[in-house]
């Protein structure tokens, strides 16, 4: 675009059909590009936000207060994304798409409002903890504080009569931090240094003991009703400056696990059924202390160069395997009564 905004102190841009918006370090905003439905000649005064979206031919903003602003052609008759926006304060991160418009509520759900095309309203995830939300035409990603990606939308191209990858290709396991959408891709970026997920029990692995598969991306289902254990890894693995860390998360309450490490991914990363899920570790030397899981199902694990944990590096250069077992008594479908989460590796640096 020929008339996009000179001079500088931007600190975020967003891109929709046919215009532009971006929002300048001093809180303002400033619209440019086509604006037959008012996308830019709309734009809100005042220097009081913090976050611009631009969809298709409509925009969101958020204000410091957390409330939202909306502006541009609301979808056609009675869509409502515009309209629609809730109002209050709050809210922590907006997305526009094509015609539906999306918010994060302070404990990381997510509100959605306007068209309902492809189930984008209706579909969209529910429980808290998300903390990115973007979206396409006719789809949208939301990235969960644990680093996983959730996709819902359309996933067929009508034109050419195939799948076109958007939900199916999705990236399974954790350690996302950014997501990005244009109308009928979208893109992810993992931070480095902190491993890679591996071995899930939802179906892309061996088939979990009874079939009880999982949500994608973590171990077999287990009692808890909502999938399976999830490890994700963060911070860097290094000896020299441990920053590195294990979480689990969707386990039973204040039941006993604890953490394998292994030389080895078992089955060529595809797990072994034992219990009531899969072992994804093997050529195993270590385990650390039994740890209780707390009220919300989590548990954490660090300083993995400690005398707590002993030698848990085999050295710089080596991949390390790491896995939850845990108890999980009121699910027995083996007649067990133990489970997994996912795997997890890394490399350890120097």
Request: include cysteine; charged fraction near 10%.
């Amino acid at each position: 675009m020929t008339n996009a905004p000179s001079g500088s102190g931007f600190v975020q841009i967003s891109a929709g059909y046919a215009h532009g918006v971006a929002l300048h370090g001093n809180g303002q905003i400033t619209s440019w590009g086509f604006d037959d439905w008012n996308q830019v000649g709309g734009t809100p005064a005042g220097s009081d936000f913090s976050q611009v979206s631009a969809g298709q031919f409509h925009n969101l903003a958020l204000r410091t207060d957390g409330s939202i602003a909306a502006w541009g052609h609301d979808g056609g008759s009675g869509v409502g994304a515009v309209s629609g926006t809730p109002s209050g304060t709050g809210f922590i991160y907006v997305a526009a798409g094509s015609a539906t418009s999306f918010a994060l509520r302070p404990d990381g759900s997510i509100a959605a409002w306007g068209s309902n095309a492809f189930g984008l309203s209706s579909n969209a995830p529910t429980g808290a903890g998300f903390t990115q939300i973007v979206a396409g035409s006719q789809h949208a990603l939301a990235l969960r504080a644990d680093g996983t990606v959730a996709a819902w939308g359309n996933g067929w191209d009508a034109h050419y009569g195939r799948p076109t990858g958007l939900l199916s290709d999705a990236p399974k396991g954790a350690g996302y931090t950014e997501l990005a959408s244009g109308g009928m891709h979208a893109g992810a970026i993992r931070t480095s240094g902190m491993g890679n997920a591996l071995c899930f029990g939802d179906g892309t692995a061996s088939p979990c003991p009874c079939i009880s598969f999982g949500d994608p991306g973590e171990g077999c289902a287990n009692s808890t009703g909502n999938g399976g254990a999830r490890l994700t890894g963060y911070g860097t693995a290094s000896i020299a400056n441990d920053t590195f860390g294990l979480g689990v998360a969707r386990l039973p309450a204040f039941k006993p696990g604890l953490l394998l490490r292994g030389s080895n991914a078992a089955n060529s990363s595809q797990g072994l059924p034992a219990g009531d899920g899969l072992l994804c570790v093997t050529g195993l030397s270590a385990r650390s202390q039994i740890k209780f899981t707390a009220d919300g199902g989590e548990v954490t694990f660090e300083n993995f160069q400690s005398s707590n944990f002993g030698s848990w590096s085999y050295g710089p250069g080596v991949p390390v395997y790491y896995q939850y077992w845990y108890r999980d008594g009121d699910n027995t479908c083996s007649g067990s009564g133990f489970n997994f989460s996912n795997a997890w590796t890394v490399t350890w640096l120097p």
